[in-house]
């Protein structure tokens, strides 16, 4: 439980700005830490991800298309593997096609593989 000040009471608010014991300063934990280049992805969905070689826009973001190769989404365009018998090894269907059937998030030019 936070601890009292004296003298604080219920109907009267504490300023917590004139105590210089509740500011953190430099050392603040909630401080926004800053970042050099934003996380972005390649196409105006986020979800879009195609196969290392199907685009030059992808294939700028290996880290990113490491990372769903190892969590198991199948890329954007493809059906995902299905292992029977070791289900634990089976892909989950990428989360554009999901969204977006019959493959209507390759419509848009910004979500075709360039």
Same mark, same amino acid.
Not at 26 to 50: G, Y
């Given at each position: #439980?936070?601890?009292?000040?004296?003298? +604080?009471?219920?109907?009267? &608010?504490?300023?917590?700005?004139?105590? &210089?014991?509740?500011? !953190?300063? /430099?050392?603040?934990?909630? /401080? /926004? $830490?800053? $970042? /050099? =280049? *934003?996380?972005? #992805?390649? !196409?105006?969905?986020?979800? $879009?991800? !195609? +196969?290392? @070689?199907?685009? =030059?826009?992808?294939?700028?973001?290996? %880290?990113?298309?490491?990372?769903?190769?190892?969590?198991?989404? +199948?890329? =954007? @365009?493809?059906?995902?593997?299905?292992?029977? %018998?070791? &289900?634990?090894?089976? %892909?989950?269907?990428?989360?554009?096609?999901?969204?977006?059937?019959?493959?209507?998030?390759? $419509?848009? *030019?910004?979500?075709?593989?360039?």
């Amino acid at each position: #439980m936070w601890p009292f000040r004296r003298g +604080a009471r219920i109907d009267r &608010p504490v300023r917590l700005a004139a105590d &210089p014991r509740l500011s !953190h300063g /430099a050392c603040d934990p909630c /401080a /926004a $830490v800053p $970042v /050099a =280049t *934003p996380p972005t #992805m390649p !196409h105006c969905d986020q979800a $879009v991800l !195609h +196969a290392p @070689g199907e685009c =030059t826009f992808c294939d700028a973001y290996p %880290e990113w298309q490491q990372l769903r190769q190892l969590w198991g989404i +199948a890329f =954007t @365009g493809r059906q995902p593997r299905i292992d029977r %018998e070791r &289900p634990w090894l089976s %892909e989950v269907r990428c989360p554009s096609d999901a969204r977006w059937p019959g493959r209507v998030n390759q $419509v848009w *030019p910004g979500n075709q593989p360039g």
